[in-house]
């Protein structure tokens, strides 16, 4: 099957919540509640949410800070012109990026379809809708897909009877030289916080090692939680490959994670 961009606007479903009064609010989800308008500044203008998208989305002084920072870590030629966010959720991070005006094309990437539904619903709430492309699927299929067809030359790799397999849409069809990744994946549960330094070969569903796996050979930025093993992290580039950033990111003098920028690494 061919992967396609998302035409319009996904319908919002009973999970895409808008809550208005603390009393309505789950009692797990009242605490990030409280921070809504550090999630999200226009909460008030009807901002939607999955209950589980609550705890996922980058605040926004942290999503608009991260925009502005990965685009001066790509100062490489050729100038990277697409950002694809993989991990899009809510989109904060997504919004952040149209909002930046650095990129000529902004993707973001969501596999779930209630949440993307919130996500394309709160762009359009911040004026930034028609400045990005939705992508209803994995990310790492997506990646796969894409890494796929340059490696055949531009052409889609071939199955039995010739079927070609890991097709992509043509506006989907970026330059991976072109192209800068960010991901903030799940970090699989709060079991992090108990850490004091948190193993991320245990992050559920993806461990670091198969994020970068699958982001490589492109330059990424991965948002990990700020207790991560930063070892673990150099560990990953070889000597003499680039330098590894890892930034903190802090909220009111609290760290709500950290983000590791990767550099392109081919072998």
């Excluded at 959720?89 to 005006?101: K, M, V």
Aim: proline share 6%; with cysteine.
């Amino acid at each position: 099957m061919e992967l396609r961009p998302v035409e319009g606007q996904l319908p919002l479903t009973e999970q895409c919540q808008h809550y208005d009064d603390l009393d309505d609010v789950p009692s797990h989800l009242q605490k990030y509640w409280h921070q809504r308008y550090s999630i999200f500044y226009f909460y008030d203008y009807d901002i939607r949410l999955t209950d589980d998208a609550w705890f996922g989305v980058t605040p926004e002084p942290v999503a608009l800070q991260i925009a502005k920072d990965i685009a001066s870590h790509t100062t490489s030629t050729p100038r990277k012109g697409t950002i694809i966010d993989l991990f899009a959720g809510a989109g904060g991070n997504t919004i952040a990026f149209a909002l930046s005006e650095k990129w000529d094309r902004v993707i973001g990437i969501e596999r779930d379809a209630s949440t993307l539904a919130c996500a394309q619903h709160n762009a359009a709430v911040y004026g930034v809708a028609d400045a990005i492309t939705w992508v209803h699927a994995d990310s790492l299929d997506f990646l796969s897909r894409l890494k796929a067809y340059h490696h055949a030359g531009g052409k889609g790799k071939k199955g039995r009877g010739g079927k070609r397999l890991g097709e992509l849409d043509p506006s989907l069809q970026v330059d991976p030289s072109e192209t800068v990744l960010f991901a903030s994946p799940p970090w699989g549960g709060v079991s992090y916080r108990d850490q004091d330094v948190f193993d991320l070969s245990t992050m559920e569903p993806y461990s670091l090692g198969a994020l970068h796996e699958a982001c490589r050979p492109m330059e990424h930025a991965l948002f990990l939680p700020r207790t991560s093993d930063l070892r673990q992290i150099a560990e990953l580039v070889p000597e003499g490959a680039g330098k590894v950033e890892a930034v903190q990111y802090c909220v009111e003098g609290a760290s709500k994670g950290l983000v590791a920028y990767m550099p392109a690494v081919t072998e």
